[in-house]
């Protein structure tokens, strides 16, 4: 599978979206804030239900360290409405349908599954930083402990 083709310390690519409240969120609203920009395959599916519960559950610690999380799927924004009280989600999650961001992201790409090929979501997370470059990429995420890798990565960062 190929790599993303953006890389650390060059700016992130401006987004709006709208959020599950049919809010448009814009990259710029955060200025001055780290960003946790997750990318996830699919609403109520076993590895993003676990991916946004994980967050879900730091989200009070990334707040304490300034930052705001922020999913991205391609559902609708009825489908997060959906997700998030089904699963008591407490994270913002964002509807790129016509996945144009995805595409900005380079998370939109070729996969494999049971020997067929198609386009679909990398499972990816961008930690952009409060000036809005991008300070670490993960791609191809395994979702186990992944929520506290970001985290670690933050503070890391800022000490």
Not at 26 to 32: A, H, T, V, Y
Not at 43 to 65: I, P, R, V, Y
Not at 82 to 106: N, P, V
Not at 118 to 140: H, M
Request: charge should be negative; aromatic fraction near 10%.
């Amino acid at each position: 599978m190929s790599k993303n083709s953006l890389t650390e310390n060059q700016k992130a690519p401006d987004f709006c979206l709208p959020d599950q409240n049919e809010n448009n969120v814009c990259l710029k609203d955060f200025e001055g804030k780290w960003i946790v920009l997750y990318f996830y395959p699919k609403d109520n599916t076993s590895g993003c239900t676990k991916e946004a519960q994980d967050f879900t559950a730091l989200k009070d610690d990334f707040e304490s360290e300034n930052a705001i999380i922020l999913g991205v799927s391609k559902d609708s924004i009825k489908s997060h409405i959906k997700f998030i009280e089904k699963k008591e989600l407490g994270i913002t999650l964002l509807s790129d349908e016509d996945t144009s961001i995805h595409q900005k992201y380079d998370v939109w790409r070729m996969k494999k599954n049971y020997g067929k090929e198609y386009l679909g979501t990398v499972r990816s997370t961008f930690l952009i930083d409060p000036e809005g470059n991008i300070a670490k990429i993960w791609d191809n995420v395994r979702v186990k402990e992944h929520a506290e890798k970001v985290f670690g990565v933050l503070r890391e960062i800022q000490n």
